[in-house]
């Protein structure tokens, strides 16, 4: 399967999904002004994915900011990961949240309590410049 690389934008987050890496991350922000013609493909993407997946696959999940649209799309994307879990595959999501940021580490508390698929809440310290 053929890597998905989106580079971020102010308004759109940076994706890699990259099998033969084990790498899959959803980073940035999300506000794009058409929430499904970016997230489409992603959803697209993991479909295909999850007919052929890796042995043990974590979703990296380190937002900084997205608004109500997109968070409609990243449960799809969640639900997704939800069924290849209960289709027996092993699938792990990671929510990382910046620790002062509150509303980010409900949001993942949130998706958490919606999901059967195994969830880590992980926080970390801002950085300052």
Partial sequence: MDTLNIKGTAETPNVIFD????????????????????????????????????????????????????????????ELLNEMHGNGKNVTIEWYYQEDDEDMQDAGADYADMLEVPFKMISFQSISK
């Fill in 19 to 78: 099998p033969a890496g084990n790498v899959f991350e959803i980073s940035g922000k999300s506000l794009p002004e058409d929430v499904k013609e970016f997230y489409n493909p992603l959803l697209k993407w993991i479909k295909g994915y999850s007919e052929s997946p890796n042995p043990s696959t974590t979703f990296k999940i380190k937002m900084d900011y997205f608004n109500t649209a997109s968070s409609k799309m990243i449960l799809e994307l969640f």
